[in-house]
């Protein structure tokens, strides 16, 4: 199954969906979940039914706002190492992540996750985007926002 069919198949019945962006802008491609909630903030499409947070390196600090706002379904966005070509695209479900450390802050993602699944009863994805480089730099490698670029088109394809 593609990609695009993966998030519409997940969002198919959703009303209230929050996009959380993770990772270090100043690491170049750890920076792809917060570069993607940046752009995502530029297109104004956000209303009381849709809700982008960069957390940057800090999720944690946003399990109040996510469970204050009561979403059907969260996608959680951030560079992932998964020996893939990097600018690829995975979703992996709250049980496969739980599961799993791909992500380049995976115990605290994996915590942050199993947190929020406490008493909770939204939809939890993580889209996991391939990284080429993890050095200082505020720039995305060319491979990794082409990738960024195409999960926002999809993502509004489907929501918009």
């Known amino acids: 199954m593609s990609f695009e069919s993966q998030l519409k198949n ?3 019945d959703c009303e209230k969906l929050i996009v959380l962006g993770v990772g270090n802008e100043l690491k170049c491609d750890d920076g ?3 570069f993607i909630i940046n752009k995502l903030k530029e297109e104004n499409i956000e209303n009381k039914n849709l809700l982008f947070i960069n957390a940057e390196t800090v999720p944690e ?3 109040g706002k996510i469970r204050k706002e009561n979403p059907t379904h969260l996608i959680i966005v ?3 190492l998964m020996d893939k070509t990097p600018g690829d695209m ?3 479900n709250r049980y496969e992540f739980a599961n799993i450390g791909i992500s380049t802050h ?3 993602l994996s915590f942050f996750v199993r947190y929020l699944e406490k008493d909770t009863e939204f939809g939890i994805i993580f889209v996991g985007i391939e990284p080429e480089s993890m050095d200082y730099d505020e720039n995305l490698s060319e491979n990794v926002e082409k990738a960024a670029c ?4 999809i993502l509004k394809g489907i929501i918009l």
């Open 10 to 12: 997940f969002l198919q």
């Open 78 to 80: 951030d560079a992932c």
């Open 106 to 108: 995976s115990m605290s």
């Open 150 to 153: 195409e999960f926002i088109e």
């Open 32 to 34: 792809v979940g917060p």
């Open 90 to 92: 995975e979703i992996i």
């Open 61 to 63: 600090n946003f399990t």
